[in-house]
């Protein structure tokens, strides 16, 4: 298969910084996370020459450690904040039935009733939050469920403590797939996008920003980007974007560190989800694929925000409450994966993270840069075309409004004929039909590009050793089409091995760097560099997780450098 004129191949990649170097942009954006991937689409879409650079890898940061749900936020419903709740609602039902249904997929949860009071205040408050979500992409209304009932829905649930249940539906995503997705998809529409590219300094002309300078953290190069207009969409970094241009920014940001832990399906005995609250938020037990996921914390952390760790106290506290629930307790034995990311809250007054708002602000700190922050993964679309909207007052000539209402996400066009064709297609294709979901539920109507790099080289077709959910055609696929440059790209995001399986993908790098050295131009030696470093990270992970506190287990998963900081900063 041909990846000449694909934006995320190699060859397309070079193009793109080439682009950047050459061409004044309309807008250039700063970050590949979620909301930096959203502003680029939605400037594209409106006719802007559009530039992302993104100095790790897309969704590397927040993006890709998130609870993974497109919800509308029962917390916020607690605090009376019904706007934010229901346009989350109207997002989540956007990218089910529009945007992204190849990535985004409803799954039931229920929340038990544990105290006598549960069964009026949790009813009424429910009821609020299906009326707001009333059509909005979730199979049906919710439903009340008496102990016997609950108790069958949740079989592992402690029958003491659960008199009855509430059974509702939220939306469920691969988050480092969907933003990686919507960074594809405005690099389709024209955007110049480019992964491992570090933000140096910015360019002035007097009081105005007019771009950057930039490295390519590849080759080591620098280079400068001029750009008409600049968002900084860098989430827990944009404090230091902002030290950059200098000057007292127009709001700060704070690091709140979430932590999920994720265990095998075989341990909990639960036909859905589970959300439950906790003292001080909310406790989400989540089914995904052959595993629970679990989380999560709010804590403050102002350590390494490139890696924050997961302490032995984060994860005791998750298996706490998660074992307040059931009666077969889980033990430390039992987590297969962690994960921790950091939300990047709006500073206030309080001490603690958890009452920070999870609304987002936009400001022009300094003509020429629009600084975007806060909000929550589900309002990404809401976050990018408000900082659009402030971004484009500042170009001389009239832009059309925001439209990424109506752009589904590549992949998305002819899903839902595909899935309904799924048994068929499997047939002809050779493949067991769950093979095939597996590929819908990933790449859309994009699986027929899997399918031919299979037909060219049947042995992609075969699962990958120590990771056999996932087909060597995946790992191809994810360097040649998805912008992937390192091994860590490609097991913690592209796959999710490194949270999945009990070795956190170190069995499958060796057979995983094979398959994507030619594609990335790697020889031996990088070969070997890239399996040693990303050991080494696996090795730092799992023994910062042992770690008492913040501060140790941040000096322990320190011991692994990023694949990137190689080269070091002007």
């Not at 909000?375 to 439209?403: F, I």
Request: charge should be negative; include cysteine; charged fraction near 25%.
């Amino acid at each position: 298969m041909s990846t000449t004129q694909e934006p995320f191949s190699p060859a397309g990649r070079e193009a793109a910084l080439a682009r950047l170097a050459s061409e004044e942009l309309d807008v250039l954006v700063i970050g590949g996370g979620v909301v930096g991937a959203g502003a680029a689409l939605d400037a594209v879409t409106r006719g802007l020459n559009t530039g992302l650079v993104e100095m790790r890898d897309y969704a590397a940061g927040t993006s890709s450690r998130s609870t993974k749900l497109f919800h509308g936020g029962l917390r916020y419903l607690e605090q009376f904040n019904f706007a934010l709740v229901f346009e989350a609602l109207k997002e989540r039902s956007l990218n089910l039935e529009t945007l992204a249904p190849h990535l985004v997929h409803p799954v039931e949860f229920i929340y038990p009733l544990t105290k006598a009071f549960d069964h009026a205040y949790v009813s009424l408050g429910m009821g609020v939050y299906d009326v707001m979500g009333s059509g909005r992409g979730v199979p049906h209304h919710m439903r009340y469920m008496r102990r016997a009932k609950a108790k069958e829905s949740f079989p592992s649930g402690k029958g003491s403590e659960i008199s009855g249940a509430i059974s509702f539906y939220e939306g469920q995503v691969d988050d480092a797939r969907h933003t990686m997705m919507i960074a594809r998809t405005a690099a389709n529409y024209g955007a110049a996008i480019a992964n491992s590219t570090r933000v140096e300094r910015f360019l002035r002309e007097d009081d105005r920003v007019i771009g950057v300078v930039a490295r390519d953290l590849e080759s080591g190069k620098e280079f400068e980007i001029h750009a008409q207009h600049v968002i900084n969409a860098a989430g827990v970094w944009t404090d230091e974007i902002q030290e950059m241009v200098g000057g007292r920014g127009s709001f700060r940001v704070r690091a709140s560190k979430g932590v999920h832990v994720v265990v095998p399906r075989n341990r909990i005995n639960s036909a859905t989800g589970i959300i439950h609250r906790t003292e001080k938020s909310l406790l989400f037990i989540i089914p995904r694929g052959s595993h629970w996921v679990i989380g999560t914390t709010d804590t403050d952390w102002e350590l390494d925000k490139a890696h924050p760790a997961a302490s032995q106290t984060d994860i005791d506290y998750l298996l706490d409450h998660a074992n307040a629930l059931l009666a077969d307790p889980l033990t430390r034995d039992d987590v297969v994966g962690v994960y921790a990311g950091l939300r990047p809250l709006l500073a206030g007054e309080s001490e603690s993270t958890s009452t920070l708002s999870r609304e987002h602000a936009v400001a022009s700190p300094v003509r020429g840069l629009t600084v975007i922050a806060g909000g929550k993964y589900t309002t990404y679309r809401v976050m990018a075309k408000d900082a659009v909207d402030n971004a484009v007052h500042g170009l001389d000539r009239v832009v059309a409004p925001s439209c990424t209402e109506r752009i589904p996400l590549i992949g998305a066009d002819g899903y839902f004929a595909a899935w309904n064709n799924r048994q068929a297609i499997a047939r002809r294709a050779g493949l067991r039909v769950h093979v095939l979901e597996h590929l819908l539920n990933r790449y859309g109507s994009l699986y027929t590009q899997l399918l031919s790099l299979i037909e060219e080289r049947p042995e992609l077709g075969e699962p990958l050793t120590g990771g056999d959910e996932y087909l060597k055609a995946e790992v191809v696929y994810a360097a040649s089409h998805e912008g992937a440059q390192h091994l860590d790209d490609i097991l913690a995001r592209r796959t999710r091995l490194s949270i999945e399986v009990r070795d956190r993908g170190v069995e499958a790098a060796q057979e995983v760097a094979a398959l994507v050295a030619p594609i990335l131009g790697w020889d031996a030696g990088q070969t070997a560099r890239e399996i040693e470093h990303y050991t080494k990270r696996v090795a730092a992970e799992i023994e910062s997780q042992k770690q008492p506190d913040d501060q140790t287990a941040d000096s322990a998963r320190l011991g692994a450098p990023d694949v990137r900081v190689g080269i070091p900063s002007a």
